[in-house]
């Protein structure tokens, strides 16, 4: 939408030093953020994703939400497939990112880890 603020980085190139997840900017669903709370400084944020992402989210695993990579801290599988999953948002990502727009309710874009991508891939390749 117009007027509407982007999280954008600009992309690696040959030679540069890789020092975070490796993401390629697709965007494979949308997540529902559940809570956002401060604590210790820092933003503790959930996020439920359905049956469909919900196998590729993993603890310690990466994720790209609204297109910044994280850290998943934990994951929460819930009776309907769903998962919550649980971020941990430090001082210096929340003030340079969107994040600190976010409220309970909102939809965020979400990428798969892509190692989960290719893994889940294969699965269905060996399996057929």
């Not at 889940?120 to 390749?125: D, I, K, N, Q, S």
Request: glycine share 10%; no cysteine.
């Amino acid at each position: 939408m117009a007027g509407t603020r982007l999280n954008l980085e600009r992309a690696l190139k040959l030679g540069d030093e890789l020092g975070g997840h490796i993401v390629t900017g697709h965007v494979d669903g949308i997540g529902r953020v559940e809570t956002v709370s401060e604590a210790g400084g820092s933003h503790h944020v959930t996020v439920r994703v359905d049956n469909s992402l919900a196998p590729y989210i993993a603890a310690k695993g990466s994720v790209t939400v609204d297109g910044v990579s994280l850290t998943v801290n934990a994951v929460e599988d819930q009776a309907d497939g769903s998962a919550i999953f649980a971020l941990n948002i430090i001082p210096h990502t929340w003030a340079v990112t969107t994040f600190a727009a976010l409220k309970p309710g909102a939809q965020v874009n979400i990428e798969i880890d892509v190692l989960a991508r290719y893994l889940a891939r294969m699965r269905e390749v060996v399996a057929a």
